[in-house]
DNA sequence: TCGCATGTTACGCTGTGGCGCAAAATTTAG
DNA sequence: CTAAATTTTGCGCCACAGCGTAACATGCGA
């Protein structure tokens, strides 16, 4: 399961590929979060607008984290040593 | 140099600091993203309300993309082979 | 087929991001 | 030490996220 993502679509399908993962519903995140279902819904289609604050909520929720890569860079032998 | 993120204030910190290894100042990523320098400036020190698209841009300008992954994980055999 | 769960959309409201413009504050270079 | 470059902060303005609440759509199991 690829989780790169440059773009708010992508973020948002990661957000949704992961909660389905972990088998719950927006609702569930609602709760862990005190966002409402349709914000996390509006995040999950992929509103650019969306601030920080709240992807970052979700993410906490999902126990995520960013990683922030070189675009397109792949694994590279110094990231293993 | 490590980039994970869990908060704002690391994302920024992040950014600023792959800024700085650019050799870029924040008026060069204005100049890129049609930002403003002052918006460059509250997303470096970590301010949460900061739209999506916002950090988005930023990170484009940088030749960054965002990763998801486990809290805390680090490399795991599934992700080299 | 029907009904409940899940997800999407809408309305009015408040708070605030990002804008232009500009001035202060801080850092860096000479 | 001083001037220039860089960064931070402020003001008025407009746009819109996220809130409560609720209706509507979609999906899925009994």
Redesign the interface.
Known sequence: MD??????EQ?GE??RR?RKARGWTQSDISARTNLRVATISSLENG???????T??AV??AL???????????S?EIE??F
Do not use: Q, S, W
């Open positions: 989780l790169t993502a440059r773009t708010a973020i990661a957000l992961t509103d650019a607008g969306t601030k920080l604050a992807v970052l993410m906490a126990g995520l984290e960013f990683r922030m890569v070189e675009r397109g860079g694994l990231d293993i």
